[in-house]
């Protein structure tokens, strides 16, 4: 099973970000999206499609459905600038997978 | 407060093994439902996925990694292990641990220690 992201998206300030997930059948999954910054480590900021974790602002939101799982992020803001990365469970490998991430650039 | 904070060896040689530790607070893996994970990313390349451990001490590996990874947990110390056996250059990643949700979320993840294998 391969997620596929996006290398790099660029958005200006205030804007919104889309940035997208592709798998076969991905909406079947249960897709989470990580925010990693340089020199540091990840941070959860969607579960289970769509949840956030206490903390995290409610600009960020997830979708999820056919062969695309999106994150969303309302308001760009320079701090969001980041690696973004979508997980699921590989039910044919019996273990988690991570695409291979989306850089997003604040202009 | 959760807390992870992973700890090892910062240069190994090749064919030698890597022993981790992840020392953790908040919780303990004792209690139902709680898991932790080894996840590495190479520099400059993206997450992969290592091991798990579960309360129940039922343990689960990386498909591709399997045979080179033990993983192991001391509950009175708070503490799970990853050894990973004949290490090579490619292995060169900075590792970390993290809680595991049961929907496989990895929600609190340590800081990260960075290896590098060579001789």
């Known amino acids: 099973y391969v997620l596929t992201q996006p290398p790099s998206v660029s958005v200006a300030p205030g804007k919104t970000a889309i940035i997208t997930c592709a798998g076969n059948?991905?909406?079947?999954?249960?897709v989470h999206w990580y925010q990693q910054k340089p020199g540091q480590a990840p941070v959860l900021v969607i579960y289970?499609?769509?949840d956030r974790p206490s903390g995290i602002p409610e600009r960020f939101s997830g979708s999820n459905s056919g062969n695309t799982a999106t994150l969303t992020i309302s308001r760009v803001e320079a701090g969001d600038e980041a690696d973004y990365y979508c997980q699921v469970w590989d039910i044919s490998s019996n273990h988690p997978l991570f695409g291979g991430g989306t850089k997003l650039t604040v202009l | 407060q959760v807390t992870l904070k992973e700890s090892g060896p910062a240069l190994v040689k090749p064919t030698q093994t890597l022993t981790l530790t992840c020392t953790f607070s908040?919780?303990?893996?004792?209690?139902?439902?709680?898991?932790v994970s080894w996840i590495r990313q190479p520099p400059g390349k993206a997450l992969e996925w290592l091991a798990r451990?579960?309360?129940?001490?039922?343990?689960f590996y990386s498909t591709s990694l399997k045979t080179r990874l033990t993983i192991s947990k001391d509950t009175s110390k708070n503490q799970v292990v990853l050894t990973m056996t004949n290490m090579d250059p490619v292995d060169t990643a900075t590792y970390y641990c993290a809680r595991t949700l049961d929907a496989s979320a990895f929600d609190i993840w340590g800081q990260g220690t960075m290896v590098t294998v060579s001789s």
């Open positions: 059948n991905i909406g079947s999954k249960s």
């Open positions: 289970h499609d769509s």
């Open positions: 908040g919780f303990s893996l004792s209690t139902t439902g709680k898991r």
């Open positions: 451990i579960d309360w129940a001490d039922d343990k």
